[in-house]
């Protein structure tokens, strides 16, 4: 019941002018200090790079147009003041770039390539500069007459331009351009470099894919899971019985673990780990953006009371933020920061609402039915609290706890900037948090009969979700995955600031998750449980020491990045499909089959046989092979 309000509020929740782009200016550093210098080289400084990306023409046409300024001399000369007739006279060339340099007879020339990783589907061949440039004519001088800085369409501002027919949309990749421009002297001086990456639209029908996929993924999971905690011969039909695991029947836990929470955590991974503050490919955050519904984050503006922010312009993505967290909300469609926490805890409140009246209404259902049918009565009321309480803890601890966390604690990165109340609120959610977990490890460390923890129904109820599919001397591990997620969540959240911690947070909580989970192996042998857990973790172990590419320090070039941004949303997919897509279609097919009859009876009194499928199969063919023989 739980899992189907969860997926409902997610699923119904979720549903040509050029762009200014992030652009490195590739000149040597040496002539790029020396604008500081009394006597700066002469150079073009991009101040802003324009572009556009046509999405519906065959052509798929590329248009990027650098503005910016002059600046420096390629003698020791002086440069006159503005104004001074010698600003006006095309005849005078100093401090300005000429079309043609006269004593070497050589024009300024212009190159241009764009590549995507290791392919170059353009390099232009080298061309007179001065017929890709646009609003003042060779020589270019700086921009006197400029008032508005901000103001590029101004003409007086000097400016160049590229533009290529690319017969590809490109979708899924960043395009990395780069544009060069040299004198005409003898020495072939750089004048201007402007490296640019172009990520185009991932298009309607690839990012409905990557939204809803693993959507459908978690939707089988869920089913799954219900199903087995149903139908199987171990399951049950009472739905305070199959919600919490109750009996914690070895071959049924087998059969419904890895489970929703389980499938649903690891999505939230897959986002939040892709709002780190590193130097991501372009494509890479608008990709893993497509399951930000998984954090509870949502093109919807609750404190600004903004339209949101339009990340994709003119076919290209552009966002500009300081913090990762930052720039995923802008791609999720968000206006400003104070409306990450807010819009999460708001879809929060209405998914814990939900499940709370859809349990009420089943409650006056099954009150009325047992009233019209005289059948013998049940203190209902001794379990509605606890197991309407019981599924606000589980949607808070089991389904929501990371982003609750890291974007509770990524409110307090952005106070500043946020309303009073806002902040006083995340942090009295994160102090109620840590209280309970606190009386959660208390309860479960001072309880000496552990019986009470597992077959006390009202307890089971009430915490049970939290424990459950533990072994009975391994209740208190129940703390250990807490702790690491609140851990892994002020890594996102408040140490935003700092890549590279943020990457060693991670890296050691998925450390101590893998040795951990192997010391104390807190789960039934037959669930395989323990495996599947370090698997993830390595997982999300290996994608995070892949991101060490990604830290901006490093300054890693285009191509290899873009590779490991592949390698890392390959690794994604494989554990979902792998750790939980097919191994819910086993589940499903196994309940099926032993509804149809098979697994046979097994021992004295009979009796669905223990194992999965494949291992009752192996087991009669030995019983079937020594019959025969003997």
Known sequence: ?????????????????????????????????????????????????????????????????????????????????????????ANKTLGKIVDEDKD??????????????????????????????????????????????????????????VQHDMYSSFRFTTISSVLRVTSGDANRSALACVAASITPDLGTSLAGILRYLPLVVLI????ATASAAIFSPWGSADVFRFTTNY??????????????????????????????????????????????????????????HGDGTQSLVDGIYQVNGTYGLDRMSQLVGMQANEDIWAGMVIWLLVIIAAVIVLIQIGFILRWGYRRLSNTQQ????????PFSIGN?????FNYFLLPIVALSMYQLVVAGRSPAVTVALAAILLFLLVLFAAFLLWLIATTRDRSTLFDDLPTVLLYGPLYNTYSDNAATFALVPVMLTFVRGIAIGVVQPSGIAQLVLLAICEVITILTLNAFRPFHSPTSMNAFHTFFAVVRLVTVLLSVAFLPSLSVD????????????????????FGFFL?????????????AGAGGEEGVGGGAARGGLVKVWFKQQFRNFFQFTY
């Not at 914690?248 to 780990?273: E, K, M, N, S």
């Open 558 to 577: 285009d191509a290899p990045r873009g590779w490991v941004g592949y390698v890392i949303l390959l690794l994604h997919a494989i554990v979902l499909i």
């Open 1 to 89: 019941m739980v899992k189907l309000a969860v997926i409902a509020v997610l699923a119904l929740i979720q549903s040509s002018s050029a762009v200014y782009i992030n652009f490195d200016n590739c000149l040597n550093p040496g002539i790029i200090n020396s604008a500081s210098q009394p006597q700066p080289l002469l150079q073009f400084q991009p101040l802003h790079v324009w572009a556009s990306f046509n999405t519906s023409a065959p052509s798929h046409t590329l248009n990027i147009t650098v503005y910016g300024n002059i600046t420096g001399t390629a003698t020791n000369e002086s440069l006159p003041r503005w104004p001074n007739q010698h600003w006006e006279n």
């Open 247 to 304: 009996g914690r029947d070895a071959d049924l836990l087998r059969l419904v673990t890895p489970g929703f929470g389980d499938c649903l955590q690891y999505i939230q991974f897959i986002v939040l780990a892709g709002s780190l503050s590193l130097d991501y490919p372009g494509f890479f955050q608008p990709v893993v953006s497509q399951v930000s519904w998984a954090a509870l984050m949502f093109n919807e503006s609750f404190v600004s």
């Open 220 to 223: 089988l999971v869920a089913f």
């Open 583 to 595: 191994n819910a279609c086993q589940t499903l097919i196994e309940v099926v089959a032993r509804l």
């Open 104 to 161: 070497n007879n050589h024009w300024s020339t212009f190159f241009a390539q764009f590549n995507v990783l290791n392919y170059t589907p353009y390099k232009a061949p080298a061309s007179r500069f001065c017929n890709n440039t646009i609003h003042q004519q060779c020589p270019l001088i700086p921009a006197f007459k400029v008032t508005n800085t901000s103001d590029f369409a101004n003409p007086d501002w000097p400016a160049f331009t």
């Open 378 to 385: 049940e203190d209902l009321r001794a379990k509605n609290l």
């Open 392 to 396: 606000a803890i589980r949607i808070v």
